[in-house]
């Protein structure tokens, strides 16, 4: 078998401990979204709850990269890229197949849940063409506008919740209104409001 050319490696060799950190955080999303395909097929409790579980371990990774990046002076346009595509698997696309796995599946579910990972797309891209400008100079940004898309991890938490007692299906908190041609769970609209104040340009939170 033909060897391969060191060549194909050198984005490897671009990597720092932090960017590792960062696929983990990444690793943690998709692994949420397999084990709610799973929960929709078992129905098993377990497969919801380890689901679930995923979204503090990609907050785990998500807090060490950074500190990471910060103490071994590793800061770099690659992992600003890589820690914004990994923040969208596990704190946008993750959420909202565990959402979906909960039962927010009627056709306005499905709008929300769509508006509220695009908020965070949008969100993300906006943050890293303007992390220079924000950052004033220094090393980081001094606020951010819009909620910070990690804060996602609520809404998994309610899920989790109501897992807990038995609320998901057809008991979904709050039930379901058919509205027009299309049902919709009142649940489905914490998405929109997440996916909206990621969006918000008047909302500014000082980054500690």
């Avoid at 938490?157 to 979904?172: D, F, I, P, T, V």
């Avoid at 209104?177 to 500014?204: E, I, N, Q």
Wanted: net charge neutral; proline share 5%.
């Amino acid at each position: 078998m033909a060897a391969i050319p060191p060549k194909h490696f050198s984005m490897l060799r671009q990597f720092h401990l932090a960017d590792v950190l960062t696929l983990g955080n990444a690793a943690c999303g998709l692994a949420s979204v397999f084990l709610s395909m799973l929960y929709m097929g078992s129905q098993s409790p377990g497969h919801f709850f380890a689901a679930t579980a995923m979204t503090p371990a990609a907050l785990a990774f998500d807090w060490l990269d950074g500190r990471v990046a910060r103490w071994r002076h590793e800061h770099s346009t690659l992992g600003r890229e890589l820690d914004s595509l990994a923040d969208i698997i596990s704190f946008g696309v993750a959420p909202a197949a565990l959402g979906f796995a909960a039962g927010l599946r009627g056709g306005w579910d499905w709008i929300a849940l769509i508006y509220f990972v695009c908020g965070g797309v949008s969100r993300l891209a906006r943050y890293n063409v303007t992390a220079e400008q924000l950052s004033e100079g220094g090393d980081k940004v001094a606020y951010f506008e819009g909620t910070p898309i990690p804060t996602t991890f609520l809404l998994t938490a309610l899920l989790a919740w109501a897992a807990w007692q038995g609320r998901l299906g057809e008991h979904l908190y709050w039930g379901s209104w058919t509205v027009g041609p299309w049902d919709l769970h009142p649940l489905a609209l914490l998405f929109v409001l997440s996916g909206s104040l990621m969006v918000s340009k008047t909302l500014r939170i000082p980054k500690v």
